[in-house]
């Protein structure tokens, strides 16, 4: 069945990128529109959900956009419907647009923005454009932020070393243009950001007020700071860390005179920003959790997170426990503390969440309320830990609690990156080795999740919702 479908793509595939494909799904019977989500503006009649689908054949991919009017009820079909487009890293809904951002190893990626035509049909906007590699995003009044840190430009040392930078794209998503901050001042250095020697990166970028709150994430010593004071920053009995040469690949790479990861694994900082020009931050420290992200490979997943009244969740799900070498583990347990709104430092809030769940967590999401959507590990940290997360749990912030969602069929393969929230549900797209993707809407309440629109292609790597622009 897969093939005839696919078959079908294959030949779209002759039209250009820019091109659009019509959509001819039916609306399931459904004649109301979804109830918005927190801080989304009412959708419009004719607005629509939006899926980015793959279906995979004989090692060709290809990737399409297609639409519904309903999450809760139906089937929709890849199969000469949709706009195929090139794929994305992630798929990113943001004010009535959709963006791919792609993430390329270390080099430039190509990101492209979508739009929702009053007839309901996907379209691709005019401008493409290569953005700097992004390890975590955020999102900020208008902009969408890419975010990495890499080697500056500007402040090399005595031994030639640059010092370690933020790296900022700003998407301007009404404008449709990109630009990057000004590294060449020295200002964005991410060298001793704590004052500890070690370089950092920064892990999502959550808005709360005109303040954005990004996890801090420590990455250890680089051969600028390693260099600086000849190694002082190097912790007692820790020398034996220090490369003595290059060695690794991809995410692993590291070079002589380095410490890969860490040397603070029991500490949780947050930078707050009075805006998104990233200057000027105050520090929120915590020594309750560890660092506040998940990770997989180089990409480092947003666990800082706003609830609907404003106050600030930061989840750690201790991903230090996954450290080879002792004095890089944590020992604390996967938690979260917060910061209330309009706060700069942490109150006593704290709940173990590892003691709750029997395990630690990949990342979460806000689920609406004071609730919040966790993807779960299949194991403990420890020996046999493989890293698969394929369960989903619902925390409660007010009363510190969690439950495993039911409802959720065993043959899960993949989760989707992202998840939506309206009507008093959350709503998460899940890929299943023995069938179509499924999108299953979760009362946040019961954490009881039922099967909702079924969509027929291998897998479902994004879904939001966007309401009809004009271009």
Same mark, same amino acid.
């Given at each position: 069945?897969?093939?005839s479908y696919l078959?079908?793509?294959?030949a779209l595939?002759?039209?250009?990128s820019?091109?659009m ?6 609306n399931?019977g459904i004649?109301?529109e ?6 989304e ?9 939006v899926?980015?689908a793959?279906?995979? /054949?004989?090692g060709t991919?290809a ?5 519904s009017?309903?999450l ?5 079909? !890849?199969e000469n ?9 992630q798929?990113?809904f ?8 792609t993430?390329?190893q270390?080099n430039?990626g190509?990101?492209?923005?979508y ?8 379209? !691709? ?24 840190t890499g080697?500056g430009t500007?402040g090399? *040392? ?7 930078t933020?790296? @900022?794209?700003y998407?301007? @998503?009404e404008?449709e243009t990109a ?8 200002v ?6 704590l004052?500890?020697?070690e370089?950092v +990166?920064l892990?999502?970028a959550e808005?709360?007020?005109t ?7 420590p990455m250890?010593?680089s ?10 920053w190097?912790?007692?009995g820790?020398?034996?860390l ?9 995410a692993?790479?590291y070079?002589?005179? +380095?410490?890969?990861g860490?040397?603070y694994?029991?500490?949780?900082w @947050?930078?707050i920003?009075?805006n998104a /020009?990233f200057?000027?931050?105050v520090i929120a420290h915590?020594?309750k959790i560890s660092?506040p992200a998940g990770r997989f490979?180089?990409?480092y997943y947003?666990?800082?997170w706003?609830?609907?009244?404003g *106050?600030v969740?930061v989840?750690s799900?201790s ?12 020992v604390?347990?996967?938690g ?7 706060? +700069?430092d942490?109150?006593?809030y ?9 395990r630690?967590f ?5 689920a609406?309320g004071?609730?919040?959507?966790m993807q779960?590990?299949n194991e403990?940290y420890?020996?046999?830990f493989?890293?698969t997360?394929?369960?989903?749990a ?8 969690l439950k495993?969602?039911?409802g959720?069929?065993q043959?899960i393969?993949t ?5 939506y929230?309206?009507?008093g549900?959350?709503y998460v797209?899940?890929?299943? +080795?023995?069938?179509?993707? @499924?999108i299953y809407?979760i009362?946040?309440?019961t !954490?009881?999740a ?8 291998d ?5 939001g919702?966007?309401t009809?622009?004009?271009?």
């Open positions: 069945m897969r093939k078959s079908g793509l294959m595939m002759l039209v250009p820019f091109a494909v019509s959509c001819s799904e039916n399931n004649d109301d979804p109830t918005p989500g927190p801080g503006e009412t959708p419009s009649y004719n607005g629509r959900f899926f980015a793959q279906v995979d /054949d004989r991919t990737n399409t956009l297609i639409t009017s309903s809760d009820e139906g089937t929709i079909s !890849a419907n949709g706009l195929l487009n090139e794929g994305a890293t798929w990113i943001y004010r009535n647009y959709l963006y791919a951002l993430y390329n270390g430039a190509t990101t492209r923005s739009y929702l035509n009053k007839d309901g049909e996907m379209r !691709a906007r005019d401008i493409e454009y290569r953005i700097s590699r992004f390890s975590s995003y955020g999102m900020y009044d208008q902009y969408i932020l890419a975010m990495s080697a500007t090399a *040392d005595s031994h030639g070393y640059y010092p370690q933020l790296l @900022v794209t998407l301007d @998503v404008n630009t990057s901050n000004n590294t060449s001042t020295g964005y250095s991410m060298e001793n950001f004052g500890n020697g370089y +990166t892990s999502g808005q709360s007020g303040h954005l709150y990004c996890g801090v994430i250890g010593l051969q600028y700071g390693y260099a600086d004071g000849d190694g002082k190097v912790r007692p820790n020398d034996d220090v490369k003595k040469e290059d060695g690794g690949t991809g692993g790479a070079q002589a005179g +380095t410490i890969s860490t040397q694994p029991d500490d949780c @947050v930078a920003y009075p /020009d200057q000027n931050p915590t020594q660092y490979r180089s990409q947003q666990t800082v706003k609830a609907d009244n *106050d969740y989840f799900p991903y230090a426990k996954t450290q080879t070498d002792a004095r890089q583990q944590t604390l347990p996967a979260v503390c917060r910061i209330p709104a309009g706060a +700069t942490f109150d006593d704290y709940c173990n969440i590892e003691a709750l769940a029997g630690g990949m990342r979460c999401w806000p609406g004071n609730y919040f959507i779960m590990y403990p420890g020996e046999g493989t890293g997360a394929m369960q989903l619902i925390f409660d912030a007010d009363s510190k609690t495993y969602v039911t959720l069929p043959s393969s989760i989707a990156k992202d998840v929230v309206s009507g549900k959350v797209a899940v890929t299943k +080795t023995d069938g179509n993707p @499924v809407g009362d946040p309440s !954490a009881a039922g099967e909702g629109l079924s969509i027929i292609a897998s479902v790597t994004g879904f919702y966007l009809p622009q004009a271009q």
